[in-house]
């Protein structure tokens, strides 16, 4: 069964990290843009989770107000 998201910050290397389940050493990664990562799985193309680069720096002038816009799914096991 699958597990649930997992997010992790490291503040040493200023990067935020989600992941559904445990990260697979054969995800693709693909560069959405400006820092930002998605890993898919290659089988299904699925998003297995993604990564923010220089996150505090990115949202350092954002009040706590803001709204990211993140899609879940949630089921009770």
Same mark, same amino acid.
């Given at each position: 069964?699958? *597990?649930?998201?997992? #997010?992790?910050?490291?503040?040493?290397?200023?990067?935020?990290?989600?992941?559904?389940?445990?990260?697979?050493?054969?995800?693709?990664?693909?560069?959405?843009?400006?820092?930002? #990562?998605?890993?898919?799985?290659?089988?299904?193309? *699925?998003?297995?989770?993604?990564?923010?680069?220089?996150?505090?720096?990115?949202?350092?002038?954002?009040?706590?107000?803001?709204?990211?816009? #993140?899609?879940?799914?949630?089921?009770? #096991?």
């Amino acid at each position: 069964m699958e *597990k649930g998201i997992k #997010i992790y910050f490291d503040k040493e290397a200023d990067v935020l990290y989600f992941s559904r389940g445990e990260p697979r050493s054969d995800a693709i990664s693909r560069e959405l843009g400006d820092d930002i #990562i998605v890993r898919l799985e290659p089988e299904t193309n *699925k998003v297995m989770g993604f990564t923010i680069l220089n996150f505090t720096r990115r949202f350092e002038k954002l009040s706590f107000t803001q709204e990211i816009p #993140i899609e879940a799914e949630f089921a009770l #096991i």
